[in-house]
């Protein structure tokens, strides 16, 4: 049925649902001309509705009860904004099972849950916008799901963590330490409830898991994604790689090809000149090369609460102007039908180029001893450092390598993690640069 005007209730007045709840209210009159129907903010339940909010809320709207907007009939859209999977999950299966519409901004629901959830929405003709829940304020599943319908993505790679894109850039710019940056994405709103799915790599790996269904139309894959995050990540790396030309970030990387996919979330040594490199604090940036469009690369904030509440706006009037057109189930799920059976590619079977920190006795003969294991994996040395002499003591010693299969690479390093002249582990970090 064709409506005259749409009612929203959020779920969750936490930083997103704040900055939502601010664009629907403040920015009422404008949206109304822009939309050609009024969008009426009737509910928002959280736990606490005592917390002073920097925000001016009608009489009434506030409940602590969120069943009092999954069961009122005059609701149409349910912004479900509280994060994690219980209740959030049965939240949304009870809108979807009332006939209201589903906005969330969700991943770590979505990575682990959404081939159900977009199998209920869609069994029960409703639609779930979730453009806030991949790279915050950057319009991205918009540009996979419908810009880029007439391409085939082969390549899709970016920096997807606002919080440990801020910690790089503190550690590396400020040389402020981890744990005081960490704080202040916290302090931000930038960081998640529990920020380990954060500096983990845990949340890439959710954001990368959407990202990759809608590009290649696989099933949300995200147990198969190899994830590490950058809690190893020393000042004395950074320095190195800012000696070498590079930078570090976190990136997730997503590659077709040959019948299979690659996904992997990982701290990477980007050559500085590259764009991406200069992706800096809580901006987030995503690389795609597509068959069609070649490459193009796609920037802007990526958490906090204005930038996310964009996100979630642009969902809300998605949805709505479908309701208003009686256009609802235009676009669903992915984008595309999912492709069963397509093989991930094993972590063992990655190719890239890397960099070695060894702490290494410096000996005469040691050098020759890490290289001789290294060639004998058929992993071929691009440059060494080793500029420190202390005799007899340990000094870092590092090594950049060609390309190499991360097989031989795990089976090399076991070897000279246990050299006598070796102490302690080496510490990798994969580079993704062309070979000149
Ligand atoms: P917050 O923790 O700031 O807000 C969540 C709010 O939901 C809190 O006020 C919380 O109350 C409330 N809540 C928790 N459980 C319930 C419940 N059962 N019923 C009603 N309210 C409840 O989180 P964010 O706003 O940062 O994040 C919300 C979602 O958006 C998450 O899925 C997150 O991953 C995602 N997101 C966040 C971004 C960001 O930059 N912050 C960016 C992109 C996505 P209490 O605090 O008392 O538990
Ligand atoms: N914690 C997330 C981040 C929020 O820092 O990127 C945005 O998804």
New binding site residues.
Partial sequence: MKKSQVTVGI?????????VARILLEKKDELKRRLGFPLVLSKI????IK?KRDIKLPKGILT???NEILDDPEIDIVV?????VH??KD?IIKAIKNGKHVV??????LATEGSNIFAIAKKNKIELGFE??VA?GIPIIKVVREALVGNRIKTVYGIIN??SNYILTKMTEEKVEFSQALKEAQAL?????DPT?DVEGI?SA?KLAILASLSFGIPISFSKIYTEGITKITPLDIDFASELGYKIKLLAIAKQGNGEVELRVHPTMLPKEYLISNVDR?FNAVYIDADAVGASLYYGR????M??AS??MSDIADIARNITTGSVGRIQGIGMPEKPNVRIKHTDDIVSRYYFRFWAIDKPGVLSKIAGILGAHNISIESVIQKVRKKEKAVPLVMMTHEARERDVRAALKKIDKLPLVSGKATVIRVEAREE
Wanted: no cysteine.
């Fill in positions: 779920i969750g007045f936490g930083t997103v649902g704040t900055g339940a959280d736990i606490d917390k602590n009860n969120a479900e904004l509280i994060g994690g209740p959030a939240f969330t901004a969700n991943k770590a629901l806030a829940s915050g606002g919080t709103g930038y960081a998640e409830a799915f949340d959710h809580v990526g958490a906090g609460e930038p996310t996100a979630v």
